[in-house]
């Protein structure tokens, strides 16, 4: 009922493709669903978001969204080890027009964030941070995030209600989850217990945390 009556309508259309050609490969199910998009849309709105990090970009819908939302002169640093999958959406992006904004570094994270580090200008400069990869670093991710952006700016963290695994006994979650539920249980308590951020964390798509840096 949500999706029908409140997101669908207002997706655009090339995210609709996107979402299509994302279906036909084997991890189509990583991709961001539009309920989330719908989220990240607002947030970026809000805070009008003009320079943004992203770690996990896949197929590229969240990456996309992101660049459709903010201005002209916006940019989207975006890592990804996986250049295959970002290749399915890159087209896409390219005929949405907004290739300009993107940074695509096929990487991992880590090296990535330790480079922008070494970069005195490069602190406190970003507005917005979305993290969707590799969930067992979240923490670490958390750390240096909080050096790169800007107080005011967001981080927004997903899949951390991990498949509802996190509400539920050890016993019942499938063997290959239990190591990551583990990591999501422990970041969801730290999150909540840092006095540098503000959070929200909403049960949209697979659970996303809303972090604000307040000092
Ligand atoms: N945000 C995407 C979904 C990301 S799925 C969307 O909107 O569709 C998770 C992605 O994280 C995968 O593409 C995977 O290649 C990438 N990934 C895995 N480990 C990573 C790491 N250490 N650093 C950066 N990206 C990583
Ligand atoms: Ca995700």
Known sequence: YLLETSVYPSEPKILKELRAVTATHPG???GTLPDAGQVLTM????????KTIEI????????????LTIPHDGKITAIDPDQEAYNIGSPLIKKAGVEHKINFINSVAHPVLDKLLETPD???SFDFAFVDADKVNYAKYHEKLLKLVKVGGIIVYDNT?????????????PEMLRESRHYMKELNKSLAADDRIRICQ???GDGMTI???LR
């Not at 209600?161 to 979650?173: R, Y």
Request: charged share 20%; glycine share 8%.
């Open 28 to 30: 189509g199910l990583m």
């Open 211 to 213: 972090c604000r840096r």
């Open 122 to 124: 490069e602190h406190d």
């Open 43 to 50: 947030v970026l709105e809000m805070v009008n978001v003009k």
């Open 56 to 67: 996990g970009v896949f197929t590229g819908y969240s990456l996309l969204l992101t660049a």
């Open 202 to 204: 909403l049960p949209c």
């Open 161 to 173: 209600l991990w498949l509802g695994t996190v509400a539920v006994e050890e016993e019942l979650v």
